[in-house]
């Protein structure tokens, strides 16, 4: 069985089908990741994937970056339905964390070794909203006036969840899930060069907060107007589930949202993400002014929680 690739209607993005991502050859794997740096973002439709596979197949990509309390590389829930069945309310942090992930972002540029992939494979639905959206940072670079590439070609942006969370209402602690540490804000260039396909993209989206030596209020101006002129048609798409699809990116080159939805419905979807490599994804850190403290560390390992247990949702993301 041949894979069949099926471009989206948009800059970024493929359909694949006639394969099963829990057996494939080797033929089938190079298509898949061949399509992965070509198109940025791919849908399975219908693939009701098992977990253990889901984590199988991201492995494929590279090391798993350990979103647990356990420190452990595997599949993690994202999910507003709660251990006995309820859905979050409003003031859970985990309820916060599902509606900062309705910005667009790029997944743990605000730690040391930012992601490389993500995949989500859809659980539970809602009957209404909860898509996920891409968009593409590769064709919103291309599109830039000259004057803007040259503006920004050695700008740094530094990225911190702790900020990206403040900016939409949110004060989180030092400690209280994946993302809220010590080791300082990653200063990342704005202009990105892929490590595989050396394409330039704008790495922006809502974890970037202050680029170096321009004051915040500007900085932040410049950013939001970056994110509304790179987040527009033909660069983005918009994936309305199914129970049973998948859906990944490369978050290197795209950003992408989850879209609000009726959080009295459940959503559930599994999530495993994929550590970016040393050469292209880790950066030094700054001091954030919105953590304890600041330790710099060349690592995302050791990070903490206080809100230790085997059911708490530590995701930062949909
Ligand atoms: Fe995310």
């Not at 979050?88 to 667009?104: A, I, P, V």
């Not at 699809?245 to 989850?258: E, G, K, T």
């Amino acid at each position: 069985m041949q894979a069949t690739i099926t471009p989206l209607d948009a800059t970024l993005g493929a359909r694949i089908t006639d394969l099963d991502l829990s057996n494939m050859d080797e033929a089938t794997w190079k298509a898949v990741e061949d399509a992965f740096h070509e198109y940025g973002a791919l849908v399975f439709p219908g693939q009701h994937i098992e977990a253990d596979a889901q984590v199988d197949f991201a492995k494929r990509f590279g090391n798993l970056e350990t979103l647990n309390p356990e420190g452990k590389p595997t599949a993690v829930a994202i999910s507003n339905k709660t251990e006995d069945g309820s859905v979050l309310k409003s003031d859970d942090f985990r309820y916060k964390t599902l509606r900062g992930n309705e910005g667009w972002h790029t997944d743990s540029s605000y730690m040391p070794l930012a992601a490389k992939a993500s995949i989500l494979s859809a659980q539970i639905v809602p009957p209404e909203g909860g898509e996920t959206e891409v968009a593409d940072m590769r064709a919103a670079y291309d599109e830039l006036s000259q004057e803007i590439k040259d503006k920004i070609s050695d700008l740094e942006a530094y990225h911190s969840l702790y900020q990206s969370q403040a900016k939409v209402g949110y004060k989180i602690e030092t400690g209280a899930a994946y993302g809220y540490h010590n080791k300082g804000a990653p200063r990342r260039p704005l202009v990105k060069v892929h490590p595989v396909t050396g394409r330039k993209s704008l790495f922006i989206g809502r974890h970037a907060y202050k680029i170096e030596g321009m004051e915040r209020e500007e900085s932040q101006k410049l950013l939001d107007e970056l994110l509304t002129f790179a987040c527009q048609a033909p660069r983005t798409y918009s994936h309305k589930w199914q129970a049973g699809d998948v859906l990944m990116w490369d978050n290197r080159c795209i950003l992408h949202r989850a879209m609000p939805y009726d959080y009295n419905e459940v959503r559930v979807l599994r999530h495993t993400r994929v550590a970016g490599e040393n050469e292209s994804e880790l950066v030094p850190t700054g001091r954030d002014d919105l953590a304890a403290d600041f330790i710099p560390s060349g690592s995302n390992k050791n990070d903490y929680y206080n809100a230790k247990g085997p059911n708490i949702s530590p995701v930062v993301d949909s």
